[in-house]
């Protein structure tokens, strides 16, 4: 499990220790120094054409109630293949795109806010369709805004490099962690797998974060390919 430490700009590991709290008001915007260019463009290093067939097939065992081990010699799909275009609200607002995964990252949710690392297993809960739902954090490098600072946000989930579903532009309001620049969100990140609980469990995922302060034009992006396991028995 890696953390958040002092110098991010060189190390996606350390300690994120969130202070949850209730958001007062939102932050006056700014201008964000890191955007490089007027429009968003993809920015995956591997193109599309290069990327390995990502093979799902249903689960033959599904874990419940409490994440396995996490082996580190076991490989993941690699999805940064598939996943080379950015969301039309991203390439439509006309801003810098980056994938700057040092400046934010996804944190399992509760109250150790540790960061996910590829590879990991994340929890699915069962909705009332029957599908999952998965609930992560969110934590950004902001600089000094305040208690409390706005981000717009999209998020995507990958289930293969033809499978992917995207919510919708909106704005989120986070609170100033306790690591100097970091902000995090004090309500859980919902991810909705739109999947059956016995045929999300045991599959790899990839869930992509893009997020920029709101009022600037520059999006960053990070993302991390874990795999489901079952909270609740299977029925």
């Known amino acids: ?3 958040l430490n002092a110098n991010q700009q060189q190390n996606r590991q350390g300690i994120a220790t969130v202070v949850l709290g ?3 008001a939102a932050c006056g915007t700014t201008t964000d120094v890191k955007a490089t260019s007027s429009v968003a463009e993809p920015h995956d290093a591997t193109p599309l054409s290069d990327a390995v067939p990502i093979e799902l097939p249903d689960p033959a065992t599904c874990p419940v109630g409490v994440a396995p081990p996490v082996d580190p010699t076991e490989t993941f799909p690699n999805f940064h293949g598939c996943a080379t275009t950015w969301p039309d609200e991203v390439v439509a607002s006309g801003g ?4 700057d995964h040092q400046h934010a990252m996804l944190t399992q949710w509760g109250g150790t806010a540790l960061a996910l690392s ?3 297993w994340l929890g699915l809960n069962k909705g009332i369709q029957g599908s999952g739902h998965a609930f992560t954090g969110f934590a950004i490098d902001l ?3 305040g208690p409390t600072a706005t981000i717009d946000l999209v998020t995507a989930t990958w289930y293969s490099c033809e499978t992917e579903i995207g919510k919708p532009l909106r704005q989120v309001q986070l609170v100033r962690a306790s690591q ?3 902000y995090a969100m004090t309500e859980p990140l919902f991810w909705m797998i739109n999947k ?5 469990c045991g599959r790899w995922f990839q869930l992509q974060v893009f997020a920029r302060l709101h ?6 992006k990070t993302d991390c390919s874990v795999r489901m396991y079952s909270i609740e028995p299977l029925e």
């Open 96 to 99: 810098a795109a980056s994938d």
């Open 196 to 200: 059956p609980i016995y045929l999300a």
């Open 215 to 220: 009022g600037t034009q520059h999006w960053t």
């Open 1 to 3: 499990m890696r953390r």
């Open 118 to 120: 590829d590879g990991e």
């Open 22 to 24: 209730l958001c007062l």
């Open 180 to 182: 100097p620049g970091w």
């Open 143 to 145: 600089g000094e805004q």
